[in-house]
């Protein structure tokens, strides 16, 4: 593998951070930077981020020029999502969009699917959410309960969703629901193409434990949809999302690697800046070496990141290796945010404008136990290493 990048690859890199520098919102990832309290407004703010990205020629780096990309490699999406995560970049609100529901469609949708949904969606005009998650089917994705019933040439569906990330702000909605109850649980699936604005559709937002309000509550209640809003074909819903679960795993690490260094060098900052027992906390033998295996542990999230992308570009898919990624980087930044608790020490609790770090490592220490639960919890993803690497028997 050749971790090095050629001459024009780094004048890509100069240019992307260039564009990235004269672009993000003034005062973004800086401490002072207060996002707005009106939902509303905050979705719009992300939103036209979207569009300035995709202006800039940003947005679709590594897509087909036929579906509204820039047509070039994974490589420039690596060197752009590295300089946006190195200088706090927005992630914008189509994320789920741009990072799972696209390159799903690409390899499971048909023409008229790709050029329909994927321009608008890179654009910034339809905004995406992910409706796998149930209240009772969260790691046993397939234990999912909602139905969709064939009645004359539409698809009804009825069920509810949960942990359902930006839904109070989408146009659409890529969703699993049940098909055929008389199949193992696996084989009855379908994937659907759902229009938020339906009728039938309630969204419910939830405050998640570190006070964002990113989650939401989704229930069907006879939604209906048309026949050809299927991906991947009846009852093949489980491998389509097999897919999509595959590219959340392996391939945001890159990016989420740069944005824990930045973390890291918080977290090193505000160590410097705190006492214990009278000896400041950066030159303590314990939080060193603590401080040391996680850098460590950073610098070898980037290096599998960019092994797990070759095999992407050499084979054109991602296996269970995805899995190793996924379980590594979500304990790490586990481990990152128990750390940053321990060296605030008394000064924990406190989370407001006026605490140290502004918060900053309290949120890690919250948000970070959700990590270890999306994409399969860590608890699954041992399994899968288990059983698809390293060929132990069920």
């Known amino acids: 593998m050749d971790l090095s990048f050629n001459e024009k690859q780094e004048e890509y890199r100069q240019h992307s951070r260039e564009w990235l520098i004269h672009n993000i919102p003034k005062g973004w990832g800086t401490p002072e930077f ?31 020029k036929e579906y509204g990309g820039q047509g070039l490699t994974h490589v420039e999406e690596i060197i752009f999502d590295e300089e946006a995560g190195k200088l706090n970049a927005p992630g914008g609100i189509n994320v789920l969009g741009k990072l799972l529901f696209a390159p799903t469609l690409m390899l499971f949708g048909t023409e008229e699917q790709k050029h329909r949904f994927l321009p608008p969606l890179l654009k910034g005009d339809e905004v995406w959410c992910q409706g796998f998650s149930e209240p009772n089917a969260g790691s046993d994705l ?3 309960q909602t139905r969709a019933e064939l009645v004359g040439d539409r698809w009804v569906i009825n069920g509810q969703k949960v942990w359902t990330s930006f839904a109070h702000h989408a146009d659409w909605c890529f969703m699993l629901a049940r098909t055929d109850n008389e ?11 759902v229009p938020m604005n339906s009728e039938g559709i309630t969204v419910r937002p939830l405050v998640q434990i570190n006070g964002n309000r990113d989650f939401n509550e989704v229930f069907f209640d006879n939604v209906s949809i048309p026949q050809e809003n299927v991906v991947g074909g009846i ?13 959340e795993r392996g391939t945001l690490a890159l990016g989420r ?20 027992n009278g000896e400041n906390i950066s030159q303590n033998s314990y939080y060193r070496q603590q401080l040391a295996e996680l850098f460590v542990e950073i610098r070898i999230l980037r290096y599998h990141g960019l092994k797990t992308i070759s095999q992407l570009l050499n084979e054109g898919k991602l296996g269970p290796e995805a ?27 406190y989370m407001g404008k006026e605490s140290v770090g502004r918060g900053v490592l309290q949120d890690i220490d919250l948000g970070s136990r959700g990590e270890t639960i999306y994409a399969g919890t860590s608890q699954i993803q041992k399994n899968i290493i288990a059983e698809r690497v390293l060929g132990m028997p069920r």
Request: no cysteine; charged share 20%.
């Open 257 to 276: 690697q740069v944005r824990f260094q930045n973390e890291f060098n918080t977290l090193v900052q505000i160590s410097k800046s705190l006492n214990k």
């Open 235 to 247: 009852n093949n819903g489980w491998n389509v999302a097999m897919g999509t679960l595959g590219f």
């Open 142 to 144: 397939a234990a999912i």
């Open 323 to 349: 899995s190793l990624q996924k379980l590594f980087w979500s304990t790490m930044h586990l481990n990152m945010g128990k750390l940053g608790l321990e060296v605030l020490g008394e000064e924990g609790p």
């Open 34 to 64: 207060e996002m707005p309290d009106d939902e509303s407004e905050r979705g719009k703010l992300l939103r036209n981020w979207d569009r300035k990205l995709y202006e800039g020629g940003f947005a679709g780096i590594s897509w087909p």
């Open 183 to 193: 199949l193992p649980k696996h084989k009855g699936i379908t994937l659907f193409l």
